[in-house]
């Protein structure tokens, strides 16, 4: 077992660490740093070995070959697959994956993919866009008239939790506890495997695995029930693959289109012309929502390198990690105009904030529906807002990036 | 002797999605829904055997530039 490295990064070109809040904090400027040093990928030894390819090119070629990269570990974390299964041994390995099918790779992908799409598709997701207004609009209601606000806290956070307890039949009352294990699996990824730490997952699984049974029982017009339902092979779902599924669907589904409304928001309270362009013309916030995808991506998504192998001249070694910045990506000047601009009309925008290839983002058509209705309430209900100066925005640290507190002066009420 | 309406029809503008490359992020749907339709599962494909009408040719073009698989392509 390698020995796990821990403390502060000295060279980010050859010992980042992605789970330190100073990455996402400083993102940028350390991109533009190990390119600008002739970097294409950059390497640690940290968390058993990773790799962070920064260009489009390579994103692409990576997430285009699964049979090279496995989607085995979605997040990178200190415990390698084999460390994992050793201390799990009843895990689903490859090609399933603990959380399918963002975690398995063809064939068992296809398959596994093909039983939610239905579920997420434009024309079932469309008509939610209702619902999510009038969430949107009672969080706001919630604010009461105070003219100091944390949009983080107070409305960002809340809306895709909302959404996704919803669908997969969770109660709403439980979205505090839903939000601790996102903050658990995907913000402390750098943590040690303390007790604390491993109790947590603990009540996680007792709470999801009590949600599945109770709904073996008792069926209901949902997706857990939906699952349990179906097919692959001419089988059912085990348990464990639904188990994993609605841990999927919890997890991705909140923590990313939080993080995407929090950017959107924090990027309008800290450029007033855009703010205004967008509150006088509503029409345009949809491409005005693709261009904070491209500027603000906030997933990363991770692959395992299936053997040794030669990569654009660096040696991966076999269950080594590979970092999928799409968000760099974003940022690559062979393919945008002006990468570093946030241009609220960019028109011609293919970015890849929702993933490249076969594990394109599920959610994707339900995130978009999130992000445009909550900033379409938000300026309506709020036409003029800025940052208060006197409190810290505050970044999440790990694979999703986003802000975690937005302290804002409402100036303007409607 | 001349065809103009067969000669307008084939100088047309046509799209087309490569349903081997589309992973259904539904740019092209969300952007021209006159051209493009998607299926149960959320995969593209064109409308109208491709043809695309002059008026819309601006939105086809945006439908094939924000497509992030670059699985569209038009003929002209």
């Not at chain 1, 990178?76 to 009843?90: I, T």
């Not at chain 1, 303390?194 to 209901?220: G, S, V, W």
């Not at chain 1, 001419?234 to 669907?249: A, D, N, Q």
């Not at chain 1, 949809?286 to 660096?314: I, K």
Request: proline content about 7%; some cysteine; aromatic content about 8%.
């Amino acid at each position: 077992m390698t020995d796990t490295v821990y403390g502060p990064v000295t060279d980010w070109a050859t010992d980042f660490d992605h789970g330190a809040p100073e990455y996402n904090a400083n993102i940028h400027q350390i991109w533009d740093d190990l390119k600008a040093a002739g970097c294409p990928i950059a390497h640690t030894e940290r968390y058993g070995g990773v790799w962070l390819p920064l260009t489009h090119d390579l994103v692409k070629e990576i997430a285009y070959d699964p049979s090279r990269f496995s989607s085995l570990t979605p997040v990178v974390q200190q415990l390698k697959p084999s460390q994992a299964r050793e201390l799990d041994p009843d895990a689903l390995g490859a090609p399933i994956g603990p959380v399918p099918p963002i975690s398995s790779d063809p064939p068992f992908h296809a398959d596994a993919r093909r039983i939610l799409l239905p579920a997420f598709s434009p024309k079932q997701i469309d008509p939610l866009r209702k619902e999510v207004e009038e969430i949107c609009n009672k969080l706001i209601d919630d604010m009461g008239d105070a003219d100091i606000i944390d949009a983080a806290v107070q409305y960002t956070q809340h809306i895709p939790v909302l959404v996704v307890a919803q669908m997969v039949g969770l109660p709403l009352s439980d979205a505090d506890r839903f939000r601790g294990w996102v903050d658990m699996v995907l913000g402390g990824i750098g943590a040690e495997r303390t007790e604390e730490r491993l109790a947590q997952f603990q009540a996680m699984d007792e709470y999801l695995t009590k949600h599945i049974e109770d709904h073996i029982e008792n069926p209901r017009d949902d997706l857990t029930t939906y699952l349990l339902n179906s097919e692959i092979f001419g089988e059912k779902l085990s348990p464990r693959h639904v188990f994993g599924t609605i841990l999927l669907l919890i997890i991705a589904g909140i923590d990313t289109t939080w993080s995407g409304i929090g950017s959107s928001l924090w990027h309008l309270a800290s450029n007033p012309v855009d703010r205004r362009r967008l509150v006088e013309n509503p029409e345009k916030i949809p491409t005005a929502t693709e261009e904070f995808l491209r500027a603000y991506a906030p997933v990363t998504m991770a692959r395992m390198v299936t053997d040794d192998m030669e990569f654009h001249g660096v040696q991966m070694k076999k269950e080594d990690r590979v970092l999928l910045p799409f968000p760099a990506a974003n940022r690559d000047e062979k393919q945008f105009a002006n990468p570093a601009v946030v241009d609220i009309e960019r028109e011609e925008n293919r970015h890849a904030a929702f993933g490249l290839g076969i594990h394109r983002c599920i959610g994707s058509n339900l995130a978009r529906l999130e992000m445009n209705v909550a900033i379409e309430v938000f300026l309506k209900r709020f036409p003029d807002f800025e940052l208060d100066m006197s409190e810290q925005v505050t970044w999440s640290s790990g694979q999703v990036r986003g802000p975690r507190n937005l302290p804002f002066r409402i100036n303007v009420r409607a | 002797m001349s065809y103009p309406l067969l000669s307008s029809y084939a100088m047309r503008m046509r799209v087309h999605v490569d349903s081997s490359k589309c992973q259904g992020h539904n740019r092209c749907y969300a952007l021209a829904p006159e051209l493009f339709d998607v299926d149960d599962l959320g995969n593209a494909f064109e409308l109208n055997d491709g043809v695309v009408p002059a008026a819309l040719e601006d939105k086809a073009r945006l439908a094939v530039a924000n497509c992030p698989e670059f699985a569209i392509t038009i003929e002209d």
